[in-house]
């Protein structure tokens, strides 16, 4: 029964032998699919931490009709389908695709925790990241460092709202690694 | 906030030679486009041009009237400015969430700039970070906790206490008083030792007794000591009594301080911060600051007196033997300190965390035991519960462990102190007897010293756990001024009104934001007569409740201004403008208490009859008096023991006790059955009579009613005018109507919709 119901909506995927996915010089991704030309599209992750590279949300992102009133319920920035398998696609598309997953999903990887102390309610840290040093300040906040268990990897989400990750957190640096499972 | 940052000089005459113009606003963006964290990435506007400088260098210049459109895109964990250049759409700029408030007000104004209207944002934003530091500042001041003033948070709660410190005062006089006790009790030991025991001469201090018998020198002595003991004894407890009374009022006062403030903040903070966060500045942090108060005042002064007193009077005994004591101290301070700040501070920490993980567990099982239940997943539950449970055991057998494993190390280290006593102070004796040296020392003396040994060790364990105990109250106390030293982001003015409110609403042009680069109402204008109800129609995140805020200043505006009757609302006092707006919600809060309580929360004077009056006019009395224990029934905690219904009838009589002038309905009957509904249709149908109403409804047929209707897209007003106006425009409102018709027809009902559609 359940299944039944499951199976009785469909999951738009999007063909990559059909999609041809393009970045402009100006940064912005475009779609040509079945015909369509899509000029400006978002992607949007389903499972960001545990399965980035599959199901990931293809949706119209033009705001070029900002102004204009559109229907009630009839959002025009509609998804345009999914993409079940970044493997799917050939190399150049792929490649165009994680580029620009790249520009939206900004977390700057540690490389190494240079210090992080407590003060005055807040945790300032200091590290090396694969985009260069950094300094951030998180809450004292549990949640500002989430642990996703199935995968080996810390997001930790700074005041303004910046992501930073560890990934691979059980072959981190053991001492630092015992000081940041601390504010866990 | 700040929107001209100053230019390294070499950069500066780069970015001029290509603007041609001055340089009117510079923001860095700190990351290139490919996300690399860059210092000299800029994004800067000229007079006519804006230009982007990546690794000190002009990257891209345009002239802003070849520009349009410019919006921020959030993304996640950084952001964009897209607009449309040379009738191509483009990310011009890349920066981090750290600016994306400052580049909010940047698209703005370039906004203006290409629509060629004066610059003029309203720049309210406050900066977040101490300039000179980097620490975050205390919310809503533009305090730094570091550089404004070291130890102002401890001289602010300390000022605090001062109406409290007699108590604090006599309580140390009288523990200082314990001490010395403790330590003339010594002379009398060993005078009872040397002279009544044995056949020395009376010390000094005793010679007023020389001449009388042994035992009568004994009894005297044996007495003196038990009634110091008893002195000891009884100040021990007026001392405690002092420092309950210190310590009680104190926290009381402390607590009372965060309540009130808490209370006057807005709903913005408050919103923002987790309940969790402002109960536990409320309770556990004024605990701390007062068991700080306490270890620091009585505490420390105790231990260093005891600790001087027992140097002083070791030295006077014996030197030699007093340096002997003294040298097993640094070791059991290293000892100490290494268990301190290496293993209990951690494994205690670690205790702490799996404690609460297991506790925050359990809580979120117990809040959602029905799911549970349904799902038939306790299983699944049991069993992560056990292991956390037993991570707790875990955790917890090794810190025990631990613990029992210093003590002792620490306790045997004082004992070598004890031995070292025994051996210097008997060989000192024996030479003393050999040499027949009256001078040497005697069985009393040693017995004296050996009394006094704890003594030395004893305050070590306070000093070391004193600045690990200091350091721990710090964050508290800190944590506790933060919050007492929050500005209001919404308060009163000196100058600001008590207003008697009529009910003629004005909307002058309001933009608001929750966060001011992200608007969620935009240029909204309006004017609503005296006694008007006013329907808002749109989805959801359209502004309708917003707006609605807006109304009550939960918030203020942006931009504009709201008027009721003329006035300003940021002009009227606070109190005076809430007390005379009533709202309803679509789930309403009722405190636990007695029901009639939570009926005149609104009014707290009102009579038994004047209870009864409004449940009646609400529609609630019917329900309430079949009631086992009518208005007496108790609410329990978040009102569970009603159903929506009657919580929504309960808080219509509220705000019919309250007669606000102006009225606030927030889908105050949807998620009802049609009867309930009719009921309540009915209840606020007598309450809006007279009143200016807004009312938020999904559900188009409940609007009936309404003298007029707003419909909001995305926080404008995009249609106005009344349910035949809008009907006929066949605009929006239109649409919606068909397609609630459509969706009743479905459902196989004559829906009110279509009589809506007849009237």
């Known amino acids: ?184 | 906030m700040k929107l001209d940052f100053e230019l390294p000089e070499s950069i500066r005459m780069k970015v001029l030679r290509s603007l041609m113009t001055d340089i009117l606003y510079c923001i860095p963006m700190g990351m290139d486009v490919l996300g690399n964290k860059h210092s000299d990435s800029y994004f800067i506007i000229g007079e006519d041009k804006w230009l982007t400088v990546q690794d000190g260098e002009v990257e891209k210049v345009e002239y802003i009237k070849d520009c349009s459109d410019f919006i921020l895109k959030p993304m996640i964990g950084n952001a964009f400015i897209k607009c449309t250049v040379n009738g191509n759409t483009a990310m011009i700029a890349r920066f981090s969430m750290t600016e994306v408030v400052r580049f909010g007000y940047i698209v703005q104004i370039l906004n203006q700039m290409v629509a060629d209207l004066p610059v003029s944002v309203y720049n309210n934003d406050r900066e977040k970070t101490c300039n000179k530091c980097g620490r975050i500042l205390i919310r809503g001041t533009n305090l730094c906790p570091k550089c404004s003033k070291k130890g102002a948070s401890v001289k602010q709660i300390l000022s605090l206490s001062k109406r409290y410190l007699p108590f604090l005062f006599v309580t140390l006089i009288i523990y200082l008083v314990c001490v010395a006790i403790t330590f003339i009790e010594v002379d009398y030991y060993a005078a009872i030792v040397d002279s009544c025991f044995g056949d020395l001469p009376l010390p000094e201090k005793f010679q007023f007794l020389a001449g009388r018998d042994k035992m009568d020198i004994f009894y005297y002595l044996m007495f003196s000591v038990i009634g110091m003991g008893l002195l000891h004894f009884f100040l021990g407890i007026v001392g405690s009594i002092c420092s309950i009374n210190f310590t009680a009022r104190f926290s009381a006062k402390l607590r009372k301080q965060v309540y009130d403030k808490v209370q006057s903040l807005s709903v913005n903070y408050v919103t923002t911060a987790s309940p969790g966060d402002i109960m536990n500045r409320t309770f556990s942090d004024t605990s701390e600051i007062n068991s700080f108060l306490q270890q620091i005042t009585i505490n420390l002064v105790k231990s260093v007196f005891a600790f001087i007193m027992a140097l002083i009077m070791l030295l006077k005994m014996d030197w030699l033997t007093a340096i002997v004591i003294l040298v097993p101290a640094p070791i059991s301070l290293l000892i100490q300190r290494y268990a301190w700040t290496k293993v209990y501070g951690k494994i205690y920490r670690g205790l702490r965390i799996v404690r609460d993980k297991s506790n925050s567990f359990l809580h979120d099982a117990m809040s959602g035991i029905k799911v549970v239940k349904v799902f038939g997943t306790e299983e699944r539950v049991t069993s992560k519960f056990n292991k956390l449970s037993r991570e707790t055991a875990d955790m917890s057998i090794r810190a025990n462990t631990l613990a029992n494993l210093f003590s002792p190390v620490a306790g045997i280290v004082m004992t070598i102190g004890q031995y070292l006593v025994y051996i210097t102070g008997g060989l000192a004796i024996y030479a003393g007897v050999v040499a027949n040296d009256p001078e040497a020392m005697t069985l009393g003396t040693l017995t004296a010293m050996l009394s006094i040994v704890s003594r030395v060790y004893e305050p070590l364990s306070t000093f070391i756990s004193m600045p690990q105990t200091i350091a721990n109250s710090m964050i508290a106390v800190q944590r506790v001024y933060e919050i007492l030293n929050q500005v209001p982001e919404i308060g009163d003015k000196n100058d600001s009104v008590q207003h008697r409110i009529d009910g003629n609403i004005d909307f002058e042009d309001v933009s608001f934001g929750y966060n001011s680069y992200d608007h969620v109402l935009n240029h909204i204008n309006f004017h609503v007569e005296k006694g008007e109800m006013i329907g808002l129609v749109g989805r959801s995140g359209s502004g309708k409740s917003t707006l609605t805020n807006l109304v009550c200043r939960f918030y203020d505006v942006n931009e504009g201004s709201i008027k009721i009757d003329g006035v300003d609302i940021r002009n009227i006092q606070q109190n005076s403008l809430t007390s005379q707006i009533g709202v309803v919600l679509q789930e309403n809060f009722l405190f636990s208490g007695p029901l009639y309580e939570n009926i005149r929360y609104s009014k707290p004077d009102a009579s038994y009859e004047e209870v009864i009056r409004a449940a009646k006019i609400a529609n609630a009395h019917e329900f309430i008096i079949n009631l086992p224990d009518g208005y007496d029934t108790w609410v329990a905690e978040g009102g569970s023991n009603f159903s929506g219904g009657e919580k929504q009838r309960i808080a219509i009589a509220r705000a019919i006790l309250s007669d606000p002038a102006i009225l606030i309905l927030d889908e105050a009957t949807s998620a009802l059955d049609v009867e309930t509904e009719a009921q309540i249709q009915e209840a606020l149908q007598r309450l809006i009579e007279g009143r200016t109403t807004f009312a938020i409804a999904h559900r188009l047929s409940t609007l009936k009613n309404a003298n007029r209707l707003f419909v909001m897209d995305k926080g404008k007003i995009v249609e106005m005018g009344t349910h035949d106006e809008l009907i006929k425009k066949k605009g929006i409102y239109f649409s919606l109507v068909m397609a609630q018709r459509t969706m009743a027809k479905r459902k196989g009902k004559t829906d009110t919709v279509s009589e809506l559609l007849a009237n």
């Open chain 1, 1 to 184: 029964m359940s299944e039944a119901i499951i199976e009785s909506i469909d999951i738009e995927y999007i063909d990559p032998k059909e999609a041809k996915f393009n970045i402009t010089t100006n940064h912005i991704l475009t779609l040509d699919l079945n015909g369509v030309h899509y000029p400006c599209v978002q992607l949007h992750r389903s499972f960001p931490f545990t399965n980035p590279d599959k199901y990931i949300a293809v949706r119209d992102d033009d705001d070029s009709d900002k102004d204009q009133v559109r229907e009630i319920g009839n959002d025009k920035k509609k998804e345009i389908g999914i993409i079940k398998d970044l493997a799917e696609f050939d190399s150049v598309s792929r490649q165009i695709l994680e580029k620009y997953l790249e520009l939206r999903y900004f977390a700057p990887t540690i490389t190494k925790l240079i210090s992080v102390r407590e003060e005055f309610g807040y945790r300032y840290w200091v590290v090396n990241t694969d985009k260069g040093d950094c300094k951030f300040t998180t809450t004292l906040n549990r949640n500002s460092i989430v642990n996703l268990s199935s995968s080996d990897r810390l997001m930790i989400y700074d005041v303004d709202g910046n992501r930073f990750q560890i990934v691979g957190f059980s072959k981190f640096d053991s001492k630092a690694r015992k000081q940041i499972e601390m504010f866990m």
